[in-house]
């Protein structure tokens, strides 16, 4: 929205900002401690996953492998088994430096394509076509691109806690098709660097309204959170 302000005269304005939040019963807040110490720390762990198990059919090379629970998705690209790790910090923790490197690299000729990830049917529908992406088999693209790769997220954990997730995906199977060749990776070394920091939560259990200005301002606004406490309304402010 754009606003003109045609001033005559001389007009002494002082604005200033306040957002006023309301806090529900079931909501988070997070508030940084400017006080806070941060601690850098490292996790180092290797990982290992049995052999492959190749089976084949008219869709071409089924790979399984024991430790892997799950297999890349993207559709007409090849089905690749996926080993995934998730790891929990608390809030405000900042993830970096993360890192797979495999240890042993195994080299396996195949005469058969991998079978490719299917295309998304109807419910209801018996038939799952495969759909292989052309380009890709033709190729003598390595997949995937990397031996692995992470994301990182926040919410609530099993027991109800409010952490920050990051979760490793370590495919121990890569595949050129135009070489017709896999590579297998039995054991990873893993390392990560994370450094703390110190939240503190306010919960709709504690405050029914939270006010976010400039030190500045703060003062301002003092009025306003002794009268809303003074009515019932629990009232708090942060800069």
């Not at 609530?156 to 990776?185: D, S, W």
Request: glycine fraction near 4%.
């Amino acid at each position: 929205m754009k606003v003109n302000l045609k001033f005559h005269g001389t007009i002494l304005m002082k604005i200033f900002l306040v957002v006023l939040v309301l806090v529900l019963p079931s909501s988070t807040i997070y508030a940084s401690n400017p006080n806070a110490t941060s601690t850098l720390l490292r996790i180092n762990e290797e990982f290992s996953c049995s052999t492959p198990v190749l089976s084949t059919n008219h869709q071409g090379i089924a790979v399984q492998i024991e430790e892997c629970s799950s297999y890349l998705p993207y559709e007409g690209y090849p089905l690749i088994p996926v080993y995934s790790v998730t790891y929990e910090f608390t809030p405000g923790t900042q993830v970096s430096n993360v890192d797979v490197v495999p240890l042993v690299v195994e080299t396996l000729t195949v005469s058969q394509d991998v079978a490719a990830v299917p295309k998304m049917m109807p419910i209801g529908t018996s038939s799952l076509d495969e759909v292989k992406n052309s380009e890709f088999y033709a190729s003598e693209e390595t997949y995937p691109l990397s031996w692995f790769s992470y994301s990182l997220g926040a919410g609530l954990n099993e027991n109800n806690e409010h952490v920050v997730f990051c979760t490793i995906q370590i495919y121990p199977l890569r595949y050129n098709p135009g070489k017709n060749m896999m590579y297998f990776a039995s054991s990873f070394s893993f390392s990560m660097d994370y450094q703390t920091d110190s939240f503190s939560l306010i919960t709709g259990d504690e405050n029914d309204l939270l006010i976010i200005t400039t030190a500045e301002y703060l003062p301002n606004i003092q009025s306003l959170i002794t009268h809303k406490n003074a009515h019932g309304i629990r009232t708090i402010a942060l800069t």
